[in-house]
């Protein structure tokens, strides 16, 4: 990707020697992001053995699975997390999103960017959501887009982005309708072939080999870290579809190891027109259809407003770069306790030898003695409590992440005590340790095809930081004309303010009823195909945020 | 390693300081907001330190044997009107140590001292007779003339020197063999120190603008 990591070079390399060998594994695991634009790169040292196995499992349950990354395939840019360390948790490791340098607005233009900030990019320029989904519920003022993550599903042939808008007035935070996720599901043409063509490995495989020319020898490359095959993967991700779509992986060999150490900016536009272009040509080939759809969904869709507003309020933008949670022993607090303690640590020794009350309760103060100490629990200030403390510990080993991303998974909860908590935890769950997993039934379900709900990924509070929520230059024109009235008092009324917020979305990643029926009918319809691509569908999904106090 | 040194805040408090928009621990005193995250105290209390009062290995019988685990009693001030006490029970004497010392750092609570007699100099004592009680023991503070050094038993004497009182009279009642209550009790007597409305307090005090806003 870039500046982050040294060892792209090496890792790009790696890659094209091991393509070959990666044709044989299913390449129905990675709808691949990386060919488009290289952004979303994941260090899954697991998914490499494990997308042959766990292709049932995967994201299609509502428990989590065992080693799960969806963003198929680790880029150079997380390979440094990899060669670190495995993650230690069994669990599937959640990936983070830290930021990385900050966009210039003028970049901001690809839609397929992971991104903090800056304007909402639709996947379909012409089918941008409808406006109401940009407007607070609570104060019907203009919300700021927080994220923009683009975030497809293995085995999935939709290109599917999240968006996630929130309210940026101090009085909207508790109220309802202040946060808003919307998932974006668009066709894509090129995975959907690649998920046909997974049935027939072999072929691809041999074909892909002989047209590619710029994939190295053939042949397994023992020396190839495991990360290594994911990159690969997904770098030619659709090497299996690569004869089809050459400049796809054409342009992501030659951007991706080389992109500047300023960020997406250059890469994207780039390889994003390539694939635009691809869509506006079958688009073109498809005679009107927007007025012919007999569906009342899409008449539905097509009468609420999508006039945006020319300027949008926006957040300053921030790409992301993904890697995957490394837990690692906090060893340097540990060593400076057990210099200075060295004494007090012998006496752990001592009393797990022999269990012998004796020895310590007496000392030198003249008959006083500390025993009669039970346990006890500790005594926390206000606000805080075992939740937040988990939090906290769970952030430190990665202070700055942003986005914490696991479908479907468990969030880490800020605390137990609020309105959230109350809904994700069974009651009376604080009182016994044991029951505080966080439990999805309570969430609504999917109101377009009746399916659960599983947490897919949270936003965290150095967002805030990031994004200088409160600095004055979000102020609109009459905020900061009262401001100035005020004389100096310090401003207050903008700023959001939350401790964490959760993102529950549909867990089958639905593309609505009547489509899939749809789907069903027109298998081999041209026409119905060519529909079905140009079409974005945008479902509103539920979120919940958690606060202070 | 990098990301251990530095801290990115998770509260609003913790945003707040460490853009350095609050001067000084005492705006947050003053406005009693609650101190979720210990780097804020670390940030304005550099020079605090540290002190283990005790370990002892609490037990706990279960059908196995007895299961022992270890609870830690860690004093941090900077003996210059800043006092925390933690208390932490773990399995392990390296993690209740930790634990404690992190709880110690978000229970720091600020002491007032004042004079015996003639005001001159630096406060050197307790500003009147406090008093502070856990369980059943009682810790009593009187006011010492400059010099008598801290009159008390070696546990709340330690936690008087990292407060920085010099000079201090101490009465205890109760049952002072359960130190962990007295080490208790001497910290609550400590705390009154600031809840004890003295004369020149009388003064309406103008109130100022909360730090969030």
């Known amino acids: 990707m870039d500046k982050k990591n040294g060892s792209k070079h090496s890792g790009g390399e790696k890659v094209k020697e091991t393509t070959a060998s990666l044709k044989n594994l299913s390449l129905g695991g990675s709808p691949a992001v990386l060919p488009k634009h290289g952004q979303k790169q994941v260090a899954s040292t697991n998914n490499n053995t494990n997308t042959n196995t766990n292709t049932n499992t995967n994201t299609k349950n509502g428990k989590k699975p065992k080693k799960s990354t969806h963003h198929g395939g680790g880029g150079a840019s997380s390979q440094n997390a990899a060669v670190a360390a495995a993650p230690k948790k069994n669990s599937g490791p959640v ?331 069974p009651p009376n769950a604080t009182q016994h340790s044991k029951h505080t997993n966080p439990s999805t039934h309570r969430i609504p379900r999917c109101p377009a095809c009746k399916g659960p709900r599983g947490f897919e990924f949270q936003l965290m509070p150095n967002l805030l930081a990031l994004l200088d929520v409160t600095s004055k230059k979000y102020l609109s024109e009459e905020e900061a004309r009262s401001l100035k009235e005020r004389k100096g008092a310090q401003v207050f009324d903008i700023g959001m303010e939350w401790g964490t917020i959760l993102a529950y979305s549909c867990v089958q990643d639905c593309f609505g009823k009547k489509a899939q029926r749809e789907d069903d009918d027109d298998d081999d319809n041209n026409r119905g195909d060519a529909e079905r691509q140009r079409k974005v569908r945008y479902f509103e999904e539920v979120v919940l945020v958690q606060f202070e106090d | 390693k990098d990301e251990k040194e530095t801290w990115t805040p998770v509260t609003k408090l913790g945003r707040l300081v460490k853009d350095r928009k609050i001067q000084s621990i005492e705006q947050i005193y003053l406005f009693s907001l609650p101190i979720k995250e210990y780097q804020i105290v670390d940030y304005f209390l550099p020079s605090l330190k540290d002190e283990v009062m005790k370990i002892m290995p609490v037990q706990k019988q279960t059908r196995a044997g007895q299961r022992t685990r270890f609870k830690a009693f860690v004093v941090i001030g900077d003996s210059n009107g800043h006092v925390g006490l933690g208390v932490k029970c773990s399995k392990e004497v390296a993690t209740a140590i930790r634990g404690a010392i992190i709880l110690a750092k978000l229970s720091v609570i600020p002491v007032r001292r004042g004079y015996w007699g003639s005001i001159l100099n630096e406060p050197h004592t307790v500003p009147c007779k406090v008093t502070g009680k856990c369980g059943s023991a009682v810790t009593r503070l009187v006011p010492a003339p400059r010099g008598t050094g801290i009159v008390a038993a070696p546990v709340p004497k330690k936690l008087l020197q990292l407060a920085g009182v010099t000079d201090c009279y101490t009465q205890a009642f109760g049952s002072t063999r359960t130190l962990g209550n007295f080490v208790k009790a001497t910290f609550a007597a400590i705390g009154n120190t600031y809840s004890y409305l003295t004369p020149d307090l009388w003064a309406e005090t103008k109130f100022t603008m909360s730090p969030y806003q």
């Not at chain 1, 027109?273 to 012919?292: C, G, H, R």
């Not at chain 1, 009342?296 to 006039?307: F, I, L, P, R, Y």
């Open chain 1, 95 to 425: 990936l983070l999103g830290m930021p990385d340098s900050p966009m210039q607005s003028a970049d901001d233009t690809d839609p397929y960017v992971t991104k903090i900030g800056g304007v909402p990019l639709w996947l379909d320029q012409d089918l941008p959501a409808p406006a109401k989904y940009g407007i607070c519920g609570a104060c019907g003022k203009s919300m700021y887009l927080l994220l923009q993550a683009y975030v497809p599903l293995e085995k999935s042939p939709y290109d599917r982005v999240v968006y996630v808008w929130a309210c940026n007035q101090r009085l909207c935070m508790r109220k309802a309708g202040s946060f808003r996720v919307i998932r974006a599901l668009q066709l894509n043409p090129e995975y959907a072939q690649k998920l046909e063509k997974k049935s027939k490995p072999a072929t691809a495989a041999s074909t892909a080999s002989a047209l590619n020319p710029v994939v190295g020898a053939s042949g397994i490359n023992p020396f190839a870290a495991p990360g290594a095959f994911d990159m690969g993967n997904a770098l030619f991700g659709g090497s299996g579809s690569g004869f089809a779509n050459p400049f796809a992986s054409a342009n992501s060999t030659s951007t991706n190891p080389f992109a500047p150490p300023s960020g997406f900016g250059v890469g994207s536009p780039v390889l994003a027109p390539a694939v635009k272009s691809f869509a506006s040509v079958t688009s073109a080939n498809v005679p009107e259809k927007q007025d012919s759809s007999s569906e009342s969904e899409d008449e539905d869709a097509a009468k609420e407003s999508t006039e945006w507003p020319e300027k949008l309020s926006s957040f300053d933008p921030h790409y992301l770069y993904i890697t995957e949670e490394v837990l690692e022993d906090s060893d340097a607090a540990k060593d400076d306790i057990s210099q200075r303690y060295s004494h007090l640590l012998a006496l752990e020794e001592s009393v797990n030898k022999d269990d012998d009350d004796d020895n310590d309760s007496s000392n030198k103060n003249g008959g006083a003695t500390w025993s009669g100490e039970t346990y006890e629990k500790a005594v926390l200030p206000k606000g805080v409590d075992k939740a937040f403390q988990k939090f906290t510990e769970r952030v430190q080993s990665w202070p700055d992440q942003c986005v914490r991303y696991d479908f479907p998974g468990t969030p880490l909860l800020f605390s137990y005590s609020d309105r959230t908590a109350q809904t994700l935890l």
